[in-house]
């Protein structure tokens, strides 16, 4: 049964950097395209980036140019490098595979 560890969230300044990673496992991680998603407080979760088995991406306007998905298949690990963070980048942060959720983990982006 596939198993998706979320961490990497914590406290950041606005316009400061944080890299989220998700280890997975009981898959074989490098068959599976890969999202992260988001939730703030009250909303609904919105999709945030995604990465193919092949390696093609792709963000959601909100977070272009300043975000950078990867994947690490030797490590099955997804990564999310977030730079020029914002407050309304304030989330609690998901990797998703097909139906599959790890628990998250909260970046706060304080201003």
């Known amino acids: 049964q596939a198993q998706l560890v979320e961490s990497g969230g914590g406290l950041v300044q606005s316009g400061g950097s944080q890299r989220l990673s998700c280890l997975v496992s009981?898959?074989?991680?490098?068959?599976?395209?890969m999202s992260w998603y988001r939730q703030a407080p009250g909303k609904k979760r919105e999709w945030v980036a995604g990465?193919?088995?092949?390696?093609?991406?792709i963000y959601s306007d909100s977070v272009e140019s300043r975000f950078t998905v990867s994947r690490d298949n030797e490590r099955s690990t997804l990564y999310l490098q977030m730079n020029n963070l914002k407050p309304e980048d304030t989330a609690v942060y998901y990797c998703?595979?097909?139906?599959?959720w790890g628990q998250g983990t909260q970046v706060t982006v304080l201003s």
């Open positions: 009981g898959i074989d991680f490098s068959r599976y395209a």
């Open positions: 990465i193919t088995s092949g390696g093609k991406i």
């Open positions: 998703n595979y097909n139906d599959v």
